[in-house]
């Protein structure tokens, strides 16, 4: 609701849909209901200090600066608590900070793709891999990714669906501890 360690934030989308995407993308996050997280009607929750709210903030500003397009949100949410709009920009690059860095706020980067290839390739373009996913209809692209993409948990047309029982870990700097190991 607030902060969670899998919280997706670089979301690749094929050209020929990237558009339409982008914009129902403002829509939902324009109409995201924030506010107390023990509200079962709330969807998004304040940051959990003010280290981490300024934070967030500070990388919307180097999204902005590095030439990302804000299409929505990047400031405070309300007058009081960390709470902060949830921000979506558009044509992020995968040299930007912003598509390097883990945020650990609500702040979507959405970044252009038209093969299958080249999707792969950018994911594993990073040095973490805790977590994916995949939404399409077409089950063997599907497969493909799963197959390919350096991340402990490769989800397919679903996210952050998680059970206590199964094992959890990532890849990279993400896999650090991992099974209680040192790697």
Same mark, same amino acid.
């Given at each position: 609701?607030?902060?969670?360690?899998?919280?997706?934030?670089?979301?690749?989308?094929?050209? *020929?849909? $990237?558009?339409?995407?982008?914009?129902?993308?403002?829509?939902?996050?324009?109409?995201?209901? !924030?506010?107390?997280?023990?509200?079962?009607?709330? /969807?998004?929750?304040?940051?959990?200090?003010?280290?981490?709210? &300024?934070?967030? =903030?500070?990388?919307?500003?180097?999204? #902005?600066? /590095?030439?990302? &397009? +804000?299409?929505?949100?990047?400031?405070? $949410?309300?007058? *009081?608590?960390?709470? !902060?709009?949830?921000?979506?920009? #558009?044509?992020?690059?995968?040299? +930007?900070?912003?598509? &390097?860095?883990?945020?650990?706020?609500?702040?979507?980067?959405? =970044? *252009?793709?038209?093969?299958?290839?080249?999707?792969?390739?950018?994911?594993? &373009?990073?040095?973490?891999?805790?977590?994916?996913?995949?939404?399409?209809?077409?089950?063997?692209?599907?497969?493909?990714?799963? #197959?390919?993409?350096?991340?402990?948990?490769?989800?397919?047309?679903?996210?952050?669906?998680?059970?206590?029982?199964?094992?959890?870990?990532?890849?990279? +700097?993400?896999? =650090?501890?991992?099974? =209680?190991?040192?790697?």
């Amino acid at each position: 609701m607030g902060q969670c360690c899998t919280a997706g934030s670089r979301t690749f989308v094929q050209s *020929k849909i $990237y558009d339409e995407f982008v914009e129902r993308s403002i829509e939902k996050a324009n109409s995201r209901i !924030i506010g107390d997280p023990f509200d079962l009607t709330t /969807e998004h929750g304040p940051q959990i200090d003010d280290i981490q709210y &300024k934070q967030v =903030l500070r990388y919307i500003d180097i999204g #902005k600066s /590095e030439g990302a &397009k +804000m299409v929505t949100g990047g400031g405070r $949410y309300g007058k *009081k608590g960390f709470y !902060i709009q949830p921000t979506v920009f #558009k044509d992020v690059q995968d040299d +930007m900070t912003i598509a &390097k860095e883990e945020i650990f706020g609500p702040v979507m980067q959405i =970044l *252009k793709f038209d093969t299958m290839e080249e999707v792969c390739e950018r994911a594993n &373009k990073t040095q973490y891999g805790l977590a994916a996913s995949i939404f399409t209809k077409d089950i063997d692209k599907a497969l493909t990714l799963v #197959k390919n993409i350096q991340s402990g948990t490769v989800w397919v047309n679903c996210y952050n669906v998680l059970d206590a029982a199964a094992p959890f870990g990532g890849y990279k +700097m993400s896999g =650090l501890g991992r099974e =209680l190991g040192d790697r």
